[in-house]
């Protein structure tokens, strides 16, 4: 069946430090991958997203690429600031009807950012 | 703000007692999507909802049930409640029924069973 398997955290950095999140995927077809984040106390955003292999996700100086040879979409920030701390979600959806539009997520993995 | 309103925010009940939890989805949007999320399971797919109807199911107990009204809000019944039902539960409303449409999600509710 389709799943997600992202890193464990936390992960704790520096400010301006570089950030990646491992994200790898198991899924038939031609899923879509997509980058959540949860911030305290609110429900999950939409951070980026790519429909089909190659693609390059990007959002508030976060990206994530599409890898189909290596069943990957680890995220990546080339300098984290305080208020990206967050919870963050991998998350597939599959290609084939039946599931329709249901997400199918990762453990999530928790980042804080020191000052 | 996704637009996503759920209510209520939070609830304490104990073992063996029924709650409805409630989803207004984005005005338009006509998916509704339930995710359960917990410390051991994770998040979750429970149930999704299109203009009323149910479309696909996921790993949603018996004791759970889900319905969409005609004005498209959805409730989420949970009955005979242990206290591993313990979790965060959030809505999550789309335009579309599939394809490539982005779901929106609520603040959820958070339910504590004791």
């Known amino acids: 069946g389709n799943s997600v398997t992202q890193m464990e955290g936390p992960v704790t950095l520096s400010e301006e430090a570089f950030l990646t999140i491992n994200c790898t995927y198991t899924a038939t077809g031609y899923p879509s991958l997509f980058w959540y984040v949860q911030y305290p106390g609110e429900g999950l955003q939409l951070l980026l997203k790519a429909t089909k292999a190659d693609d390059k996700g990007s959002n508030k100086g976060f990206e994530a690429t599409y890898r189909k040879e290596t069943t990957s979409f680890h995220l990546e920030k080339g300098s984290v600031q305080v208020s990206d701390s967050a919870v963050y979600f991998c998350?597939?959806?599959?290609?084939?009807?039946?599931?329709?539009?249901?997400?199918?997520f990762g453990a999530g993995t928790r980042l804080a950012v020191h000052p | 703000d996704s637009g996503v309103t759920q209510t209520p925010k939070h609830l304490i009940t104990a073992t063996g007692q029924r709650v409805t939890l409630r989803c207004s989805p984005r005005?338009?949007?006509?998916?509704v999507y339930w995710y359960q999320q917990s410390l051991d399971q994770g998040l979750q797919f429970l149930i999704h909802?299109?203009?009323?109807?149910?479309?696909a199911k996921g790993n949603i107990l018996e004791r759970f049930s889900a319905q969409q009204f005609p004005d498209l809000h959805s409730e989420l019944n949970l009955s005979s409640l242990e206290l591993g039902d313990s979790a965060l539960y959030f809505c999550?409303?789309?335009?579309?029924?599939?394809?490539?449409?982005?779901?929106?999600f609520g603040p959820g509710t958070r339910l504590t069973v004791l």
């Open positions: 005005s338009g949007d006509l998916s």
């Open positions: 998350a597939l959806r599959s290609s084939f009807s039946g599931g329709y539009n249901k997400l199918i």
């Open positions: 999550a409303s789309s335009f579309r029924l599939a394809g490539d449409s982005e779901q929106f």
């Open positions: 909802y299109y203009n009323g109807e149910e479309r």
